[in-house]
């Protein structure tokens, strides 16, 4: 079936250095990636997403790179900040389904 | 705050008992999705609506477990006879119908099994 695996699971970094996640997919036709953002005790939040369409999508300090022959996708934050730290999740979704795929998170920790 | 609201927040229930959450997506939004969430993993796919059609069932959601939608506006998700491997935090989603689209989610009632 579908599966999304995510790594690391924990993550480190000091304030202003960068962070980049990666997440691999299993379903060859999956072609909607989107990254949510989740702080202790609240909902998942999109922070961005990519098609299939595209390879590199950037906002501000947050990126995300698709490569699709090898099925993976990366998340990267640049000049991190402490209000960065949360869990991130990444998912996979395939137009028909519709349902989205997670994967089991990465805790982000900004050391100021 | 005009977004997913669920309801209620927070249950404990004794093991055996029936429990029903509710859902309300945003007014406009054609999916609900409803999610399973324990601690230190993503969310779990459980069962998906468009409008008021249950279209998809994961293999996680057993016989105990019941979804509704029946107006195409808000839903509910009943569990029946509880156990302990029911606790978690149960998320709800909903999004517009065109495909790749943003899922926003609620802030979840978690479940606790005593």
């Known amino acids: 079936g579908e599966n999304v695996e995510q790594h690391p699971s924990t993550l480190s970094v000091q304030e202003g250095d960068s962070a980049v996640i990666k997440c691999t997919y299993s379903d060859s036709a999956s072609n909607y990636f989107p990254w949510y953002k989740q702080e202790l005790g609240k909902r998942p939040q999109l922070i961005i997403d990519i098609r299939s369409n595209v390879g590199e999508k950037k906002d501000q300090r947050i990126a995300v790179t698709l490569n699709k022959t090898a099925k993976h996708f990366s998340l990267h934050i640049t000049e991190t900040q402490p209000e960065d730290s949360a869990v991130y999740f990444c998912a996979a979704s395939t137009s028909g389904t519709y349902k989205y795929i997670f994967g089991t998170g990465t805790r982000l920790k900004v050391l100021a | 705050d005009t977004g997913v609201s669920q309801d209620p927040r927070h249950k404990i229930t004794k093991r055996g008992q029936n429990v029903t959450f509710r859902c309300d997506p945003i007014s406009e939004h054609n999916r609900l999705y409803w999610y399973r969430q324990t601690l230190g993993q993503g969310p779990e796919f459980l069962t998906y609506f468009q409008n008021e059609a249950q279209l998809e069932k994961s293999r996680l959601l057993s016989d105990r477990f019941s979804a509704e939608r029946p107006k195409g506006s808000f839903s509910t998700l009943e569990i029946q006879r509880t156990e302990q491997g029911d606790s978690a935090m149960y998320l709800c989603?909903?999004?517009?119908?065109?495909?790749?689209?943003?899922?926003?989610f609620g802030q979840g009632t978690r479940l606790t099994v005593v």
């Open positions: 989603a909903s999004s517009l119908e065109y495909p790749n689209t943003e899922a926003f």
